[in-house]
């Protein structure tokens, strides 16, 4: 398993963790150029969206991994953290349905997290 992979796995075992709803990985590295993986979580609420933000910055800043950026607003319903090669999307429930990621990269190894 490679590094990028790894990444992926822990950001999405902390979502998992603290009850993201339908957590999955995306591969998307065959596809795309810009990153590896996409992870995916969807919040009952804005709240939980960003509390679930939080999550992820928890375990990956003492790592001394950081976002290259984020993007979206807590209110927004979807917040993107671009850690490079592996892109972090939470969103509520509603927007998840509305973008539909995972019929876009429909065509990539859609990994599920338990």
Known sequence: MNEQREKADAIAKVLSDKKGIDVAIIDISPKAIFAD??????????????????????IMEPLGVFPKSIEGRKASGWILM???DVIVNIMTQEMREKYNIEKIWGDCELIEVE
């Open 37 to 58: 993986y996409f992870v995916l979580a969807s919040g009952g609420s804005d709240r939980q969206v960003a509390s679930l933000v939080e999550s992820v910055e928890d």
């Open 82 to 84: 671009d850690y490079g």
